[in-house]
Every structure is written in structure tokens, then in C-alpha cells.
């Protein structure tokens, strides 16, 4: 197997079933990831390991999951150079709030690149982004994506008018 670019990481394995979705966004994209349940109050020896090594093991961006006071992508943006995208996750009783305010609003100096509560697909498509700009052939699925969204919305639009 190659030495996957994207390094998923989540707080909890419950973060997993909307996590899941940035994997399988990747995969889309043929984009190698690996993924680690690691948590910065739980485990908090993991979180350091994991990002302090991530560069020499050869990973280029980190997706990082957490809910309710979601410090963990701040924690591993502290300890590398590489992008970081937070996925806030939905739960307890903020739904998420609370979350997406602990990882987007980090102090100036230690950016997070911060998706929507629960959107994995966009961190995923982010990372797909991030590693395009160095990837031609990445560039060229994201096109045919982008290409493919349009005609999806353009045959919706004729088949309501078809309707009429
Ligand atoms: C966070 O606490 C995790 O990212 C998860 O979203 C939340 C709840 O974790 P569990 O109690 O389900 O393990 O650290």
C-alpha cells in the first residue's frame, strides 16, 4: 500500500460514522489516507506522538475530528507545519456549537482549516484540494467533479421544467 498523504484523526470512535464520509471522499479521489482514534485530554501522549511525526512519515495534510470542547485539531496544529482541517461533530447539548467554536476560533498564529459542523465531505475534499495543488492528474478529478456537479444541477433544473 502507498504511504497514505491524509492522516484522519477523531476524539472519540463514536466521532466514525460521519467521519467516515472524508474517507470515503478520498478513496473517491484515489487518495491513500489512514485513520486513528486519538483524543488531546484522553490520550493526550497519542496526540502529540501523532503529530510531531506526522511530517517525517511522510503525510501532507491532517483531518481532525472532535466534539463538545474540540481542542484536538488545535492541539495537533500546535506540534506540525501541516494543514490541519477541523471537523467539528454534532453532540451534546450544544449539537455542535460548541465544537465549531473551539476549532475555528484559534488564536492568530496556529490556523485550522475549519469545515462546517459535521461536513467530513468537505474536509475530505479539502485535503483533495490542498494536495492538488502539487498533483496535476488530482486537478484533473477535481474538474471532472466539479464538471459533474454542474450537470447534475442543470439535468435537475430540466427534468422540473420537463414536470411543468
Ligand atoms: C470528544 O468527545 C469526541 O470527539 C466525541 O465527539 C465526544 C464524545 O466522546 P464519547 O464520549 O462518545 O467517546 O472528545
Not at 30 to 54: K, L, N
Not at 77 to 98: M, R
Request: proline fraction near 5%.
Amino acid at each position: 500500500m502507498a504511504t497514505p498523504r491524509v492522516g484522519i484523526i477523531m476524539g472519540s470512535d463514536s466521532d466514525w460514522p460521519m467521519v467516515q464520509k472524508a474517507a470515503e471522499t478520498l478513496k473517491s479521489f484515489g487518495v491513500e489516507c489512514e485513520v486513528r482514534v486519538m483524543s488531546a485530554h484522553r490520550t493526550p501522549e497519542d496526540a502529540f506522538d501523532y503529530s510531531g511525526t506526522a511530517e517525517a512519515r511522510g503525510l501532507k495534510v491532517i483531518i481532525a475530528a472532535a466534539g463538545l470542547a474540540a481542542h484536538l485539531a488545535g492541539v495537533i496544529a500546535a506540534h506540525t507545519v501541516l494543514p490541519v482541517i477541523g471537523i467539528p461533530v454534532a453532540g451534546g447539548p450544544l449539537n455542535g456549537v460548541d465544537a465549531l467554536y473551539s476549532t475555528v476560533q484559534m488564536p492568530s498564529g496556529i490556523p485550522v482549516a475549519t469545515v462546517g459542523i459535521g461536513n467530513a465531505t468537505n474536509a475530505g475534499l479539502l485535503a483533495v484540494q490542498i494536495l492538488g495543488v502539487e498533483d496535476p492528474a488530482l486537478r484533473e478529478k477535481l474538474h471532472a467533479y466539479k464538471t459533474g456537479m454542474k450537470e447534475k444541477v442543470r439535468a435537475a433544473n430540466a427534468k422540473l421544467n420537463a414536470s411543468l
